[in-house]
């Protein structure tokens, strides 16, 4: 049975009103080129402020999702948060040869498209399932989460996320490093309601992980 493979597709809301386009750039680069060698996938930023990473493993596609999203929020021009759409998608196959031509990578870009123009930010196709209500509703959810956090937030999130999500840093670690008290990071911590968020990718890397893929059955 063929691996999953997941291609993120994204760009940046409300592009047109950054003041300082260079640095958000190099902040959305910075953060595609480090999921793509953490990964060993491919990430590039194209058209201004889209972007693309694709992942050779689907089960870390959705918190690489909330890192790209985190480091964004956390830079964000004290005048206007920054903030991506992105759309993931996530189906058999490889990475090599003429992949961006592939079905995973068309099906990202169109779930990107519907995504403009809505309220949702954030989307996950599975093209080797059926549909599911509750993983939607999951995804929504998630989207809900991120669209609250402020810059201190993200920020202290994507610490988290930059270790293991399943033993993230101690609050004390947190707050050496961050230069604040550990009661202003349980603070920030419970903002982003890092508990949530934590079980919620953890089920998500499970639920898209190509080494138990999904028994559900097309509804009638």
């Known amino acids: 049975m063929p691996g999953r493979i997941a291609v993120l597709t994204g760009d940046v809301i409300d592009s047109r009103k950054v003041g300082d386009r260079p640095r958000l750039y190099r902040r959305l680069e910075a953060a595609l080129a480090g999921l793509a060698s953490r990964h060993g996938g491919r990430g590039e930023r194209f058209r201004g402020d889209g972007f693309q990473l694709a992942l050779p493993h689907a089960a870390a596609a959705m918190k690489a999702a909330v890192v790209l999203r985190a480091a964004l929020i956390e830079h964000s021009d004290p005048r206007q948060r920054w903030d991506a759409r992105i759309a993931v998608a996530v189906g058999p196959g490889e990475l090599g040869g003429r992949e961006a031509d592939g079905e995973t990578f068309i099906a990202s870009g169109r779930r990107l498209d519907a995504l403009a123009g809505g309220v949702d930010h954030l989307a996950l196709v599975l093209l080797d399932?059926?549909?599911?209500?509750?993983?939607?509703?999951?995804?929504?959810?998630?989207?809900?989460?991120?669209?609250?956090?402020?810059?201190?937030?993200?920020?202290?999130?994507?610490?988290?996320?930059?270790?293991?999500?399943?033993?993230?840093?101690?609050?004390?670690?947190?707050?050496?490093?961050?230069?604040?008290?550990?009661?202003?990071?349980?603070?920030?911590?419970?903002?982003?309601?890092?508990?949530?968020?934590?079980?919620?990718?953890?089920?998500?890397?499970?639920?898209?992980?190509?080494?138990?893929?999904?028994?559900?059955?097309?509804?009638?």
């Open 129 to 220: 399932e059926p549909e599911d209500p509750a993983l939607d509703l999951l995804v929504r959810f998630l989207d809900d989460l991120l669209g609250g956090w402020s810059p201190y937030s993200a920020e202290v999130v994507a610490l988290c996320l930059g270790e293991d999500a399943t033993r993230p840093p101690s609050q004390q670690a947190l707050a050496d490093r961050l230069g604040i008290s550990q009661p202003s990071v349980h603070k920030r911590l419970k903002a982003a309601r890092w508990p949530l968020l934590a079980d919620t990718l953890a089920y998500l890397r499970e639920r898209l992980d190509d080494r138990a893929p999904s028994t559900a059955e097309p509804t009638p």
